[in-house]
C-alpha cells in the first residue's frame, strides 16, 4: 500500500519523447514520517500514521501526541495497512515509493465557492433570454400541481464547493526526488498550496 501526503504547487507542462505536449500538477509530496504505528492484537485494525508539513506551533494534546516521533508537524492522516508491514515510529516516506508511468488516486478540497445559482452549481441552462424574460438564471418550477409541495433533494441554489473530492487513475509523469516533487498528469481538486493525499492503485 503506497500512501503519501503533499501540496498542490500548481500546473505546467511537460514535453514527452514523442513530442506531445502533456499538461501535469506539480505536487510537493513529503517528505512524510510516520507517527503511528496500530495492529490488530492492540487496536483492532492494522494501520499506520503519517504526518507532514513541519510546523512550531501546535496544541498540547498534538504534541503530547507526537512526542514518541520527535516531530512537530501540521497535518496527521491514518491509512489502512496489511498485516506484517514493516514500518515503525519515524520512518521516512518519500516520492520515491512512487514510479513514472504509475497509477494513482488524488483526494483533495475543492475551491469553496459559497452561495451559488443553479447555473453554476449544477450547470443548468437556464431560461431564454429573448422577448425581456426577467429571470434568466433561476431554477424555475420547483414544485406541480402534485405532491403540492417542494420534493425532498430537488437541485436548487445553495452551498458549493468546500468538499472532498477525489480522482482515480491519474498517471504519474515524473519523480523528482531532489526536489521533492511529484507530477501527475491532468487537474487536481484544491487551490494553490492546498492539502492532497496521494495513495496507490
Do not use: W
Amino acid at each position: 500500500m503506497k500512501f503519501l501526503l503533499g501540496k498542490k504547487e500548481g500546473m505546467t507542462s511537460v514535453i514527452e519523447e514523442n513530442g506531445v505536449v502533456v499538461p501535469v500538477t506539480v505536487i510537493s509530496a513529503g517528505p512524510c514520517f510516520v507517527t503511528q504505528v496500530k495492529n490488530s492484537e492492540k487496536d483492532g485494525y492494522d494501520a499506520v500514521q503519517i504526518g507532514f508539513s513541519e510546523t512550531k506551533k501546535m496544541n498540547k494534546p498534538k504534541s503530547g501526541h507526537l512526542k514518541s516521533s520527535g516531530k512537530s508537524l501540521r497535518y496527521l492522516k491514518e491509512y489502512r495497512t496489511k498485516e506484517g508491514e514493516n514500518l515503525k515510529i519515524g520512518d521516512t516516506m518519500d516520492v520515491s515509493i512512487f514510479e513514472k508511468g504509475e497509477k494513482v488516486k488524488i483526494s483533495g478540497t475543492i475551491k469553496g465557492h459559497g452561495f451559488t445559482g443553479p447555473v453554476r452549481r449544477y450547470g443548468f441552462r437556464g431560461h431564454p433570454a429573448s422577448h425581456g424574460h426577467p429571470q434568466q438564471r433561476k431554477v424555475g418550477s420547483i414544485g406541480g400541481r402534485f405532491p403540492q409541495r417542494v420534493i425532498k433533494g430537488l437541485r436548487m441554489a445553495g452551498h458549493y464547493g468546500n468538499t472532498r473530492k477525489t480522482i482515480s487513475n491519474l498517471q504519474v509523469v515524473g519523480v523528482d526526488t531532489k526536489n521533492n516533487f511529484l507530477l501527475v498528469k491532468g487537474s487536481l481538486p484544491g487551490t494553490r498550496g492546498s492539502l492532497v493525499e496521494i495513495r496507490g492503485m
